[in-house]
Structures are given as structure tokens and as C-alpha cells.
């Protein structure tokens, strides 16, 4: 079997023309990226001036050599962390028993009560 020599990532882009993207990247690595990070394309985090304090080897080597999941003895800032708050736990009511339905009462019938607009107007006056 015959090894296939690694193709270029070309791409064409929406107006035609055609991008060598590992060109591209290789020609703006030093190029301060854009975010809140200080980092240059490249993955170097940078400083006052852009100039490169850590470079990328050191921040993957340091990366790598501590286990994922564990964490470092010292704390990276030298601030004491706060003491965790801890709420007292209220204890949580019962609920009250269901009230019971009563049937309305039927309503004695007047033989003199007044109907309509005659009711409405009772105790306008």
C-alpha cells in the first residue's frame, strides 16, 4: 500500500478564488486573537505589549502533567477561600387537611320578592 502525501486544505470561497488555510494560519500565528484570553493565534498567552510571556509547549506540558479530576494543593491566587455559608434547614409544615364541601342550602322562595330591574333599583334612592 502506497502512502497518500497529505493534501492541502484548499477551499474555494464564495467569490471563486481559492484559500490555502494552513498558509493562512501559518502567516498571522503571531497575531495578538481576538477575546479577553492575551493569547496570539498561535496559543501563546501573551503580555504588557503583546510580547509572549508563556508559550504554547509550556501551557500544554503544564496542562497535561497534572491528572484530570485532581486538584492542586496550593491555591493559584493566595487568597483564603471563604468558609461556606450554611443555612439552617427549616423543618417543612404539613399540609392542612382538605376542607370539606358543604351543599348550598336552597333558598326560601318570597312570594313578595321583587324581579328585575325593580331588585336592581332597591336601595338606590
Known amino acids: 500500500m502506497v502512502a497518500r502525501a497529505p493534501r492541502k486544505r484548499m477551499y474555494r ?3 471563486g478564488r481559492m484559500i490555502d488555510i494552513e ?7 503571531n497575531v495578538q486573537a481576538v477575546g479577553n484570553m492575551n493569547v496570539n493565534a498561535k496559543g501563546d498567552v501573551l ?4 510580547k509572549i510571556v508563556t508559550p504554547k509547549e509550556t501551557v500544554i506540558k503544564k496542562y497535561y502533567e ?4 485532581m486538584v492542586s494543593d496550593t491555591p493559584s491566587k493566595g487568597k483564603a477561600m471563604p468558609a ?3 443555612e439552617a434547614v427549616k423543618p417543612v409544615a404539613s399540609k392542612p387537611a382538605p376542607k370539606k364541601a358543604v351543599a348550598p342550602q336552597p333558598k ?4 313578595t ?8 333599583l332597591d336601595g338606590l334612592e
Open 47 to 50: 503580555g504588557a505589549g503583546g
Open 108 to 111: 326560601k322562595a318570597q312570594s
Open 66 to 69: 497534572q491528572p484530570k479530576g
Open 13 to 15: 470561497s464564495m467569490q
Open 84 to 86: 461556606p455559608k450554611v
Open 23 to 29: 498558509k493562512l494560519r501559518a502567516a498571522n500565528e
Open 113 to 120: 320578592a321583587k324581579k328585575g330591574i325593580d331588585a336592581a
